[in-house]
């Protein structure tokens, strides 16, 4: 199983950026897919889960800005992000979990078991 997170890139505060995560040897359809970021020097952070059922949630620092989607017939999973600011600098991870995660366990780093490669956002005042 392969995750590509990709999409990342140098915008400035107020703009957009939306990033890709896509997978082979895993359909995205079936699984729990969420983006984690990690900010310079600082841990890997829960960002925004969709569950196969396609129900979704998010951290409280991004949400009603940032928009969690699938598209199964590119096995693709998406993050939109809009009215970036400086604190949503870091690399994106994008993580698959064949786990039942809950509202509680979906911050849990070690409950996915596949990881992309990261996408770094660099937003700029």
């Known amino acids: 199983v392969q995750l590509q997170a990709s999409g990342g890139g140098l915008v400035q505060a107020g703009g957009s950026l939306r990033l890709s995560c896509e997978a082979s040897?895993?359909?995205?359809?079936?699984?729990?897919v969420a983006w984690f970021r990690q900010a310079p020097g600082g841990e890997r952070r829960f960002v925004s889960v969709i569950w196969s059922s396609g129900n979704t949630h998010y951290s409280d620092s991004v949400s009603g800005r940032f928009t969690i989607f699938r598209d199964n017939a590119k096995n693709a999973v998406y993050l939109q992000m809009d009215s970036l600011n400086l604190e949503d600098t870091g690399v994106y991870y994008c993580?698959?979990?064949?786990?039942?995660?809950?509202?509680?366990?979906?911050?849990?780093?070690?409950?996915?078991?596949?990881w992309g490669q990261g996408t770094l956002v660099t937003v700029s005042s």
């Open positions: 993580a698959a979990s064949k786990s039942l995660l809950t509202r509680v366990t979906i911050y849990y780093k070690h409950k996915y078991n596949y």
């Open positions: 040897g895993l359909t995205f359809s079936s699984s729990a």
